[in-house]
């Protein structure tokens, strides 16, 4: 049996590595011996899985209280209280709730861009339909469509930049504040746009100012690895 | 003629109060699971590990049960489904455990070489609970062997119906003091490092000689446990220096007391409750010794009928609370969620359970190595100890989701430091 000379403590004869210092461990008496007999480790070396949790039946009593409500208020709508196309929102809603929360139920594998996609694709739907109960629908291809779009467009870069890049605590906030300065920029720009007023910002030129010192100095601390390591010691986190 | 007490045969039990926090807190990257292992002197057969478990939980009927949902609270349902079946261990134990899936049992069993090991939920039981039923089915399993092994000590006899004291809710029986001591909450150092993937669970199993560690105890005048809980917290405390953080934390552990001991209940469920030895570095440096005097003040003002019973007689209120009763689950489950994980999980930098020594019939001493413990994966990104001695040997397992392994390191070379021989046996790949 190896003793670690960091640790000073005895290692059992599986351990290559000190398990507590990742001192190596070089024992020249055992190497002999290794090499005519297996060594069993003490502990398993396949890795079990864990197993997946079914919201089947959540998803089928959502689905069935959503479509129970759209197709009462629809029925009321047509039927009984006529005088305007009330039943629409509601409707609208419960399909954009749908469409949010229970595919990932019956399909938990479904990948997050599909979802994310679809629930960007049903929020601007659903915008769509409000249109019918207003006189034009200026407002829903000049304003309301550019601003979700765009927000569908970054939340799906959020999420890759998430996903594939870093899910750090310092880059979800970097990510965030690099969303926040862009969309405000964006949604003030829309504003002017769709009031034909002077396309120049203002709050959103501030806003964006801060966003960005606060990206810079954020990607100053991940970028040297020190700091990165100094900075969550420090405060805890 | 004595009479035999016999446990009614019951529909459903009721979660104990601890067991309600449980399944509350169940993420996809948390369970409250843990792990007792006992390492035999020969090869596991499975077939016979099958057929002993076959026969044995049939004497432990909350632990052969299903979870179920009400409309106010969880319980527990007496499962019929055919399981729980052995397996081959796995390197990731303690994962999570679903409640709907594997034939709903709240159990598992797996074998590895001469290792026989038990995961359970903490919902059914406490490790004295768990150890029972592990120590039950050895000796059922060594029977099944051709060894003649009697019950005593944690053996119990298969044949015999469950004593009503083993089934019920020891909390509520001793839940009546007249006044409830306050609570201090306070932010603690919280252990962070890098996590491992999902679902990675390292473990790092320190084995010494029992009675150099007593020795080394008794030359700092404590009992083991206030020795062993010192060198946690001295490690903790070394940790934190090496952080250089901009303001010092106190240290404190969670740790679990049995309440068995002060409280007579044969239950097999959960009765424990926690204490926080702690230290704060805010106040200066602490020596070693004082560390130790520390923690031995604190056991010795806290750990008594007394102040336990208020203690449990706190979370006893909560559950009896007619408004509380009434709420909705998912209304409790959320506050109860959030509570943990703002004030109850901050409230120590690790947890230690020292399940003490262990005896068997004198029959089953030539055929068990020893028996190992391991706490389930943290809540948050930290480490937790689990303390067992059997038979002179006295086994440190600390289990951990982190890379790094600082505060084990610290913990050993103490012990080493005071001249204690520690073997490492580790399932890290490095």
């Given at each position: 049996?190896?003793?670690?000379?960091?640790?000073?403590v005895?290692?059992?004869?599986?351990?290559?590595?000190?398990?507590?210092?990742c001192?190596?461990?070089?024992?020249?008496?055992?190497?002999?011996?290794?090499?005519?007999?297996?060594?069993?480790?003490?502990?398993?070396a396949?890795?079990?899985?864990?197993?997946?949790?079914?919201?089947?039946?959540?998803g089928?009593?959502?689905?069935?209280?959503?479509?129970?409500?759209?197709?009462?208020?629809?029925?009321?709508?047509?039927?009984?209280?006529?005088?305007?196309?009330?039943?629409?929102?509601?409707?609208?809603?419960?399909?954009?709730l749908?469409?949010?929360?229970?595919?990932?139920?019956?399909?938990p594998k479904?990948?997050f861009?599909?979802?994310?996609l679809?629930?960007?694709?049903?929020?601007?739907?659903?915008?769509?339909?409000?249109?019918?109960?207003?006189k034009?629908?200026?407002?829903?291809?000049?304003?309301?469509?550019p601003?979700?779009?765009?927000?569908?467009?970054?939340?799906?870069?959020?999420?890759?930049?998430y996903?594939?890049?870093?899910?750090?605590l310092?880059?979800?906030?970097?990510y965030?504040?690099?969303?926040?300065?862009?969309?405000?920029?964006?949604i003030?720009?829309?504003?002017?746009?769709f009031?034909?007023?002077?396309l120049?910002?203002?709050?959103?030129a501030?806003?964006?100012?801060?966003?960005?010192?606060?990206?810079?100095?954020l990607?100053?601390?991940?970028s040297?690895?020190?700091?990165?390591?100094?900075?969550?010691?420090?405060?805890?986190f | 003629m004595?009479?035999?007490?016999?446990?009614?045969k019951?529909?459903?039990?009721?979660?104990?109060?601890?067991?309600?926090?449980?399944?509350?807190?169940?993420?996809?990257?948390?369970?409250?699971?843990?792990?007792?292992?006992?390492?035999l002197?020969e090869?596991?057969?499975?077939?016979?590990?099958?057929?002993?478990?076959e026969?044995?939980?049939?004497?432990?009927?909350?632990?052969?049960?299903?979870?179920?949902?009400?409309?106010?609270w969880?319980?527990?349902?007496?499962?019929?489904?055919?399981?729980?079946?052995?397996?081959?261990?796995?390197?990731?134990?303690?994962?999570?455990?679903?409640?709907?899936?594997?034939?709903?049992y709240?159990?598992?069993?797996?074998?590895?070489?001469?290792?026989i090991?038990?995961?359970?939920?903490?919902?059914?039981?406490?490790?004295?609970?768990?150890?029972?039923?592990?120590?039950?089915?050895?000796?059922?399993?060594?029977?099944?062997?051709?060894?003649?092994?009697?019950?005593?000590y944690?053996?119990?006899?298969?044949n015999?119906?469950p004593?009503?004291?083993?089934?019920?809710d020891?909390?509520?029986?001793?839940?009546?003091?007249?006044?409830?001591?306050?609570?201090?909450?306070e932010?603690?150092?919280?252990?962070?490092?890098?996590?491992?993937?999902?679902f990675?669970?390292?473990?790092?199993?320190?084995?010494?000689?029992?009675?150099?560690?007593?020795?080394?105890?008794?030359?700092?005048?404590?009992?083991?446990?206030?020795?062993?809980n010192?060198?946690?917290?001295?490690?903790?405390?070394?940790?934190?220096k090496?952080d250089?953080?901009?303001?010092?934390?106190?240290?404190?552990?969670?740790?679990?007391?049995?309440?068995?001991?002060?409280?007579?209940?044969?239950?097999l469920r959960?009765?424990?409750?926690?204490?926080?030895?702690?230290?704060?570095?805010?106040?200066?440096?602490?020596?070693?010794?004082?560390?130790?005097?520390?923690?031995h003040?604190?056991?010795h003002?806290y750990?008594?009928?007394k102040?336990l019973?208020g203690?449990?007689t706190?979370?006893?209120?909560?559950?009896?609370?007619?408004?509380?009763?009434?709420?909705?689950?998912?209304?409790?489950?959320?506050?109860v969620k959030?509570?943990?994980?703002?004030?109850?999980?901050?409230?120590?930098?690790?947890?230690?359970?020292?399940?003490?020594?262990?005896?068997?019939?004198?029959?089953?001493?030539?055929?068990?190595e020893?028996?190992?413990?391991?706490?389930g994966?943290?809540?948050?990104?930290?480490?937790?100890?689990?303390?067992?001695?059997y038979?002179?040997?006295?086994?440190?397992n600390f289990?951990?989701?982190i890379?790094?392994?600082?505060?084990?390191k610290?913990?050993?070379?103490?012990?080493?430091?005071?001249?204690?021989?520690?073997?490492?046996?580790?399932?890290?790949?490095h």
């Amino acid at each position: 049996m190896s003793y670690c000379v960091e640790c000073g403590v005895r290692l059992d004869r599986s351990l290559k590595v000190c398990p507590l210092c990742c001192t190596p461990v070089i024992n020249p008496n055992e190497v002999a011996e290794n090499c005519n007999s297996v060594i069993s480790a003490p502990f398993a070396a396949h890795k079990g899985e864990v197993e997946p949790m079914s919201k089947r039946d959540v998803g089928m009593w959502l689905s069935i209280v959503l479509g129970s409500t759209a197709l009462a208020c629809g029925l009321l709508n047509l039927f009984v209280f006529q005088h305007n196309r009330w039943s629409i929102p509601v409707v609208g809603a419960c399909i954009l709730l749908w469409i949010l929360f229970c595919p990932r139920m019956f399909f938990p594998k479904i990948p997050f861009s599909i979802n994310l996609l679809g629930s960007g694709l049903s929020i601007i739907f659903y915008e769509y339909a409000l249109t019918l109960l207003t006189k034009t629908d200026r407002w829903f291809f000049e304003l309301c469509f550019p601003i979700t779009l765009i927000c569908l467009i970054l939340f799906s870069i959020l999420g890759i930049l998430y996903h594939y890049i870093s899910h750090s605590l310092l880059a979800t906030a970097l990510y965030l504040f690099i969303i926040v300065g862009i969309m405000c920029v964006f949604i003030e720009f829309n504003i002017h746009k769709f009031w034909g007023s002077p396309l120049k910002l203002s709050w959103s030129a501030i806003v964006f100012s801060v966003c960005a010192v606060i990206s810079i100095a954020l990607i100053s601390i991940m970028s040297i690895k020190r700091l990165r390591i100094a900075v969550r010691k420090r405060l805890h986190f | 003629m004595s009479k035999t007490i016999h446990a009614p045969k019951q529909e459903w039990y009721p979660l104990d109060l601890s067991a309600i926090v449980y399944p509350t807190l169940q993420r996809k990257d948390f369970s409250s699971v843990y792990r007792l292992s006992v390492l035999l002197k020969e090869e596991v057969q499975p077939e016979v590990l099958q057929k002993a478990i076959e026969m044995t939980l049939p004497r432990f009927p909350t632990y052969k049960v299903a979870m179920r949902k009400g409309l106010f609270w969880r319980f527990l349902e007496p499962n019929y489904r055919p399981g729980p079946f052995v397996q081959p261990d796995v390197r990731n134990f303690c994962m999570p455990m679903s409640f709907k899936t594997k034939g709903r049992y709240l159990l598992r069993f797996y074998y590895h070489g001469c290792r026989i090991s038990l995961e359970a939920h903490h919902s059914l039981g406490d490790g004295n609970g768990g150890m029972h039923l592990l120590n039950t089915l050895t000796a059922v399993y060594l029977r099944l062997l051709g060894h003649d092994i009697p019950n005593q000590y944690l053996v119990l006899d298969i044949n015999q119906e469950p004593h009503p004291e083993e089934l019920e809710d020891a909390y509520m029986r001793y839940s009546n003091s007249k006044f409830c001591p306050p609570r201090p909450m306070e932010k603690t150092y919280r252990l962070r490092g890098t996590k491992e993937p999902f679902f990675t669970f390292q473990v790092i199993h320190g084995n010494m000689a029992t009675s150099e560690v007593l020795e080394v105890a008794a030359l700092y005048k404590c009992t083991l446990t206030e020795y062993l809980n010192a060198v946690l917290l001295y490690a903790l405390l070394q940790k934190q220096k090496d952080d250089k953080p901009f303001r010092e934390l106190p240290v404190k552990i969670a740790m679990p007391v049995n309440l068995r001991r002060f409280f007579p209940s044969k239950t097999l469920r959960n009765f424990i409750t926690m204490v926080y030895p702690s230290i704060d570095p805010r106040l200066g440096d602490y020596k070693f010794e004082e560390i130790i005097k520390q923690v031995h003040h604190y056991m010795h003002y806290y750990i008594n009928d007394k102040f336990l019973r208020g203690d449990i007689t706190t979370n006893a209120a909560t559950q009896r609370n007619p408004f509380i009763r009434v709420v909705p689950l998912f209304i409790k489950d959320f506050v109860v969620k959030n509570f943990y994980k703002r004030v109850q999980d901050r409230n120590s930098s690790a947890g230690l359970t020292n399940m003490g020594v262990l005896k068997v019939p004198d029959e089953m001493l030539p055929h068990v190595e020893r028996f190992d413990i391991y706490m389930g994966i943290p809540y948050s990104s930290r480490t937790n100890c689990a303390i067992i001695s059997y038979n002179n040997i006295l086994t440190i397992n600390f289990a951990s989701c982190i890379k790094e392994t600082d505060v084990e390191k610290y913990f050993f070379q103490k012990l080493v430091q005071d001249g204690i021989k520690v073997t490492i046996e580790s399932n890290r790949n490095h």
